[in-house]
């Protein structure tokens, strides 16, 4: 009797160790998906009355309010209404201005009528100046739209800087507030005129641009031209709360470059940072893009940015040769840019794939098996990633205009179906075909990324190779490991890597993946598919963390017994 209240007693302790493993798991991925969001959130406002040599998103949200007043598209009387507030603040800062002014056709008016478009210009000039940094935004709107966010809140920024570049020290170099007309039309009448004719070009020697297509989220570093290394070194030292990723430099690059004022300025050779926040961009182009839907906490990232690599390339000689190789990088936590040169990228993969081969061999893990079950891996992601986008369709065609929050939702819960539908073609395929290693499997995936990537887009390839590299840490380790601290362990080596990386990743393509209804030009409906693949990718990678008796076997040295 003793010896079965003892078996009892031990069979119940195990069962309570087992609960304890199994809970760690997805109270580990939900904080680290929560850490993996803090790149994401801009910093919070500044009050009216912060310090004068700081930059303060309440006092630049006064701007904002002034210029939103109604659409202000090229050519129109109320155009000329918020070049005159320009001007008139430059000059209540003791700031001259000058006009350029150039002819063009009406775009959104008459066929055949010209109208006047204006760029408004300032100088801060510097002591002893090398070139000057160049502040860039555009004030015209298209008809629809008031312009809150696109462009007002950069108008905002630049105002803002400026009084708080007046309120410190002067710097080195020379400031230039440049504020577009003629932007929204593809041929961006203002930033070429500027470019092929204004003096003031020959001077600039770094270009900061400020955009918007949405209502809220980070200043994300969209683009990057110039030297890329000694760049992101500078952006590293310069602004307080880092939102860069290579992953959308090469993307842009992939493209053509991203299609705003600072394409001017790229394509003469000028270095320089093009920044914009994303979320919230169903309003893009529409009525309710208003100056109460500028978030303040985005507007202070804007301004923050803006204010930060002023004044440090405004003390710096840009006229400085600089290094020029290509990098690799990406924000993690708040503050800290992770970056390394990109010639690394593939060398990288091709050690994450020899360490995999290792593991294989240490494992007596079967090659056929690994194929098998790459293959049934890949074609589960593909179906749940094809249905589900399919499902995103329908939503985007039924509801044009979602708001952010209930865009999150549908997103999660398309991620779950997906999972769903994954999870379940796995099992199912992998009982057809016996003795397929589904583990092993979504780690050669990763790595074949990873090597594509690599040799193809080096500054996306870390995308791919950290979640690799800890996949196959994660199969090296013990798998008679026992107890949550095992569980934390193993779940921390493949999470951390893998959603550091893939959350801002899949956020960034979500953004561009919403509906627009009011530019249908910039909506990319098919970007949803990526952002799902991404999400099922780490669903196939993490499963092993949950399973440990299916025809894969959990994480581990030990080959699966079949």
Same mark, same amino acid.
């Given at each position: 009797?003793?010896?079965?209240d003892g078996g009892s007693k031990a069979a119940g302790g195990r069962r309570l160790r087992d609960m304890s493993s199994a809970a760690v798991v997805p109270v580990t991925i939900g904080v680290v998906v929560l850490l993996s969001l803090v790149p994401l959130i801009p910093p919070r406002a500044l009050a009216v009355d912060a310090d004068p040599v700081e930059y303060s998103a309440e006092? =630049?949200?006064?701007?904002?309010?002034?210029v939103a007043q109604e659409p202000h598209p090229m050519g129109s009387d109320a155009i000329a209404r918020v070049r005159r507030n320009i001007v008139g603040t430059l000059a209540a800062m003791e700031l001259g201005s000058e006009l350029q002014s150039v002819m063009a056709l009406d775009y959104f008016g008459e066929p055949g009528r010209t109208v006047d478009v204006i760029n408004v210009m300032s100088r801060i000039p510097g002591t002893d100046s090398t070139g000057a940094v160049l502040l860039m935004a555009h004030y015209d709107t298209v008809p629809a739209t008031p312009g809150g966010n696109d462009?007002?809140?950069?108008? =905002?920024t630049l105002l803002e800087a400026a009084r708080a570049l007046l309120a410190g020290e002067p710097l080195r170099n020379d400031v230039i507030l440049l504020f577009t007309d003629g932007e929204e039309p593809a041929p961006r009448f203002g930033s070429v005129a500027f470019v092929s004719d204004h003096p003031w070009m020959d001077d600039v020697g770094l270009t900061l641009n400020f955009e918007a297509i949405g209502r809220s989220g980070p200043s994300v570093m969209i683009e990057m031209s110039g030297p890329d290394r000694s760049m992101i070194e500078h952006y590293a030292a310069a602004v307080q709360h880092p939102a860069a990723f290579s992953l959308t430099n090469a993307v842009s690059r992939l493209i053509g470059g991203s299609n705003t004022d600072f394409g001017q300025f790229r394509d003469a050779g000028i270095a320089g940072f093009d920044f914009a926040y994303l979320h919230g961009s169903p309003i893009y182009h529409t009525s309710n893009d208003d100056a109460e839907s500028v978030s303040l906490r985005s507007l202070q990232h804007h301004g923050s940015n803006a204010?930060?690599?002023?004044?440090?390339?405004?003390s710096m000689d840009l006229a400085r040769p600089t290094d020029d190789a290509e990098s690799v990088f990406f924000t993690v936590g708040g503050s800290w840019v992770v970056r390394f040169p990109a010639s690394w990228a593939l060398p990288f993969a091709i050690l994450i794939a020899l360490a995999f081969w290792a593991v294989v061999v240490a494992g007596r893990r079967k090659v056929r098996r690994l194929l098998s079950g790459a293959g049934i891996v890949l074609s589960a992601v593909l179906a749940g990633t094809v249905l589900s986008s399919m499902v995103w369709w329908l939503l985007t065609r039924a509801r044009r205009t979602?708001?952010?929050w209930e865009s999150y939702l549908y997103l999660a819960v398309l991620l779950a179906v997906g999972a769903f539908i994954l999870i379940f073609l796995m099992r199912r395929l992998s009982r057809r075909s016996g003795r397929a290693d589904l583990a092993g499997g979504a780690v050669l995936i990763w790595i074949g990324l990873a090597v594509l990537t690599g040799a193809t887009l080096p500054g996306a390839g870390y995308l791919f190779a950290l979640p690799a590299l800890a996949g196959v840490v994660a199969l090296g380790m013990p798998a008679a490991g026992e107890g949550w601290q095992f569980s934390l362990l193993r779940t921390l080596t493949v999470a951390v890597p893998t959603l550091v990386v893939m959350v801002p990743a899949m956020d960034f393509f979500f953004q561009f993946a919403q509906p627009r209804p009011g530019n249908l030009d910039s909506e990319v409906v098919s970007l949803i598919s990526i952002t799902l693949f991404f999400g099922l990718i780490v669903v196939a990678l993490f499963r092993p963390l949950w399973a440990s008796s299916?025809?894969?076997g959990a994480f581990g040295l030990r080959s699966p017994v079949n």
């Open positions: 009797m003793a010896t079965h006092r =630049a949200i006064e701007h904002v309010r002034l462009n007002s809140a950069a108008v =905002a204010l930060s690599l002023a004044r440090h390339f405004g979602p708001g952010m299916d025809a894969s």
